[in-house]
Every structure is written in C-alpha cells, then in structure tokens.
C-alpha cells in the first residue's frame, strides 16, 4: 500500500521514470504474497500505471525483471492508454499500440 501511495505521489509531480526509481524497497516476503499484492492494488482502485509500477519493482525484487508497456489507441476511435508489464496477458478491449517501454528501476 505504501508503494502504491509512493508513485501515485510521485506521477504526480515528477516523470515516470522518478515515480519508478522511487519505489521503496519491497518487503522480505516468498513471491506467493504476490496474491496480496494484488488484492491490495485492486482494493485501492490505482489505475494500471501505479499498479503496473508497484508489480514491476515486485516481479524484479523476486528474480523476474520485467519492462512496462504503456499503449495508447488509435485516434479514430477516441484516445485511451494502458500501462501493463512485458508478458502480461494482452489487454482487455481495444488495441493497444506500444508507444513506450521503461526498465525495471
């Protein structure tokens, strides 16, 4: 929850790659408190950039370094972007063109 409150703040005022390298260390916890993770990010209601930051720097502190994808949609059908890490799932509606990918912290 910390994590998440930090790059929210952070998106805030400073570039994504400040809100990144600024993620506070991840807890000493096995990778399967993953799932809390994730519970807590979904309780929150972050948006799938905080959320995919907060997985980012989780995934990399456990051994698994993966980049974040951030696509926005073609114009014709109205701007929406979307944030999510290299080897998710595709996402869920409308297709996504990559317009930028940023390192794990």
């Not at 916890?29 to 959320?51: E, I, K, M, N, Y």
């Not at 073609?74 to 944030?83: E, I, L, S």
Request: glycine share 12%; charged share 25%; net charge positive.
């Amino acid at each position: 929850m910390r994590a998440a409150r930090g790059v929210k703040r952070r998106l805030a005022t400073d570039q994504i790659d400040a809100a990144i390298a600024g993620v506070p260390a991840v807890p000493d916890l096995p990778d399967s408190a993953f799932r809390g993770v994730q519970g807590v990010l979904a309780r929150r209601g972050d948006t799938c950039l905080v959320s995919s930051i907060v997985r980012q720097a989780w995934d990399g502190a456990h051994g698994k370094p993966r980049e974040l994808v951030i696509g926005v949609t073609r114009p014709a059908g109205g701007f929406q972007a979307h944030a999510w890490l290299d080897g998710d799932p595709s996402p869920v509606g409308p297709m996504f063109a990559e317009l930028t990918r940023r390192p794990p912290g």
